[in-house]
């Protein structure tokens, strides 16, 4: 038998997961959050489970290629996009995936990036301290084949200067992003979705928005 997954990484997804909820960025069984353990380990959620009612019994171990420490149980189908987080960010201890209608509206819009400028939540990503800063957050195209999205995805990091901007967004789909571990993910998170929004809005009062 594996090793138990340990209590507060159990505890860490599943509040993850409700505050999500609560901001309506994992809708029905959408999205998928994972904290990565000790020996290489990922902690994730299964398929299939409503984030705002998650238990013990929706959390999962994988190792760092994805594969199920227990047979019989099915992670989520993008559990490789965590694991090539984890493995590209060795800082990398949280991962959360949302489906807000910010991102899916302006990810269906965008070219190959979306630009954040002179917004006061950029202060949410690390080594900024001011609003006077440019973010250019990597937006891919969807894809159903999850080794060649994971493959793209790496690909534009390798373009990127450092430090590579922790997350991105999948064009129709949703936002990955991660941190040093759930609290300051979901930190990165909230500000980019906060950000997100007030750039929708802005066009949609016919605004002009960098």
């Given at each position: 038998?594996?090793?138990?997954?340990?209590?507060?990484?159990?505890?860490?997804?599943?509040?993850?997961?409700?505050?999500?909820?609560?901001?309506?960025?994992?809708?029905?069984?959408?999205?998928?959050?994972?904290?990565?353990?000790?020996?290489?380990?990922?902690?994730?959620?299964?398929?299939?489970?409503?984030?705002?009612?998650?238990?013990?019994?929706?959390?999962?171990?994988?190792?760092?290629?994805?594969?199920?420490?227990?047979?019989?149980?099915?992670?989520?189908?993008?559990?490789g996009?965590?694991?090539?987080?984890?493995?590209a960010?060795?800082?990398?201890?949280?991962?959360?995936?949302?489906?807000?209608?910010?991102?899916?509206?302006?990810?269906?819009?965008?070219?190959?990036?979306i630009?954040l400028?002179?917004?006061?939540?950029?202060?949410?990503?690390?080594?900024?301290?001011?609003h006077?800063?440019?973010?250019?957050?990597?937006?891919?195209?969807?894809?159903?084949?999850?080794?060649?999205?994971?493959?793209a995805?790496?690909?534009r990091?390798?373009?990127?200067?450092?430090?590579?901007v922790?997350?991105y967004?999948?064009?129709?789909?949703?936002?990955y992003?991660?941190?040093?571990?759930?609290?300051?993910?979901?930190?990165?998170?909230?500000?980019?979705?906060?950000?997100?929004?007030?750039?929708?809005?802005?066009?949609?009062?016919?605004?002009?928005?960098?």
């Open positions: 038998m594996p090793d138990p997954i340990p209590d507060a990484a159990v505890q860490a997804v599943v509040e993850a997961g409700r505050r999500m909820a609560e901001r309506n960025w994992v809708p029905a069984t959408a999205g998928n959050i994972s904290v990565r353990l000790a020996g290489g380990r990922v902690a994730i959620t299964r398929s299939g489970f409503h984030k705002a009612h998650l238990t013990a019994e929706a959390v999962m171990a994988v190792d760092l290629q994805g594969a199920p420490e227990q047979a019989g149980l099915r992670p989520s189908a993008e559990t996009l965590h694991c090539g987080v984890y493995r960010f060795p800082e990398a201890r949280a991962v959360v995936h949302g489906h807000s209608v910010a991102n899916t509206v302006l990810s269906r819009r965008a070219g190959e990036t630009r400028e002179g917004y006061e939540l950029l202060k949410a990503f690390p080594g900024l301290d001011t006077a800063a440019v973010v250019t957050v990597p937006v891919l195209d969807n894809d159903q084949d999850i080794p060649r999205l994971q493959a995805v790496e690909a990091w390798s373009r990127m200067a450092a430090p590579v922790p997350g967004l999948i064009r129709g789909h949703g936002v992003v991660w941190g040093p571990d759930m609290d300051a993910a979901l930190a990165r998170l909230e500000g980019l979705e906060f950000m997100l929004a007030c750039k929708m809005a802005a066009i949609s009062l016919g605004g002009s928005d960098p």
